[in-house]
């Protein structure tokens, strides 16, 4: 008889993992045991890796193929693209949403809640024409281009045209100022985020 105990993250998320079939002679609660994340942090922690390392791979790949110059413009690109769809799931499916300020604020908290674990965020001042917050933490996207030897050839905060996308595709017409107040060797960061109404 098998005593395995299942990890509480696999019970909880089985409905994405129903389809999945085994073959009679694989002990399917062993390699559950063995290999689904134990905890939600541990879960949440591989994502974010795995996020951080499809960033800088692909970086890297495109230097490799087109030139150091791509690094940088391939980082602007996919961060003002994954602002602008975080931006448009959001209108989508909070159409209660006020397009303001507040509201790309909102939007930027559900980005650190669902995709940014390491990150924290300190609110200095929000109202309808300005928010100035703090996001401090790990930078993945720091930890992973230094560790590929490449962070020299982006402009930090990388996140800037995150930002950047979410005010665009919400049709804000403001000025932004994103700032490296910390970035160290080992990737922890203080970045200032102002948002301000023209």
Same mark, same amino acid.
């Given at each position: 008889m098998?005593?395995?105990?299942?990890p509480?993250t696999f019970?909880?998320l089985s409905d994405?993992r129903?389809?999945d079939?085994?073959l009679?002679e694989?002990?399917?609660d062993?390699?559950?045991?063995?290999?689904?994340?134990?905890?939600?942090?541990? %879960?949440?922690q591989? !994502?974010s890796?795995i996020?951080g $390392?499809? =960033?800088g791979g %692909?970086?890297s790949? $495109?230097?490799?193929?087109?030139?150091?110059? *791509?690094?940088?413009?391939?980082?602007? $690109?996919?961060?003002?693209? !994954?602002?602008?769809?975080?931006?448009t799931?959001?209108l989508?499916?909070?159409p209660?949403?006020?397009?303001?300020i507040? $509201?790309?604020?909102?939007?930027?908290?559900g980005?650190?809640?669902?995709?940014?674990p390491e990150?924290?965020?300190?609110?200095?001042?929000?109202?309808? +024409?300005? @928010?100035?917050?703090l996001?401090?933490?790990?930078?993945? =996207? +720091?930890?992973i281009?230094?560790?590929l030897q490449?962070?020299?050839?982006?402009k930090?905060? @990388?996140i800037?045209?995150f930002v950047?996308?979410?005010?665009?595709?919400?049709g %804000?017409? @403001?000025?932004?100022?994103?700032?490296?107040?910390k970035?160290?060797?080992? *990737?922890?960061?203080? =970045?200032?985020v102002k @948002?301000?109404?023209?």
């Amino acid at each position: 008889m098998n005593n395995i105990q299942l990890p509480e993250t696999f019970l909880a998320l089985s409905d994405f993992r129903k389809n999945d079939i085994y073959l009679p002679e694989m002990d399917q609660d062993q390699i559950i045991s063995d290999f689904f994340p134990g905890t939600f942090t541990e %879960l949440t922690q591989r !994502l974010s890796d795995i996020t951080g $390392a499809f =960033y800088g791979g %692909l970086l890297s790949q $495109a230097g490799r193929l087109f030139g150091p110059d *791509s690094i940088e413009q391939l980082s602007r $690109a996919f961060m003002y693209d !994954l602002g602008s769809k975080m931006a448009t799931r959001n209108l989508e499916t909070k159409p209660g949403l006020q397009v303001g300020i507040p $509201a790309a604020a909102k939007v930027l908290i559900g980005a650190i809640f669902t995709s940014s674990p390491e990150y924290s965020f300190e609110f200095k001042e929000l109202n309808d +024409h300005k @928010v100035d917050m703090l996001i401090k933490g790990t930078d993945r =996207y +720091h930890r992973i281009t230094q560790a590929l030897q490449i962070a020299d050839l982006l402009k930090w905060p @990388v996140i800037k045209p995150f930002v950047q996308g979410v005010c665009d595709t919400m049709g %804000l017409d @403001v000025l932004l100022d994103i700032r490296v107040l910390k970035l160290d060797p080992d *990737s922890s960061c203080i =970045y200032e985020v102002k @948002v301000t109404e023209k």
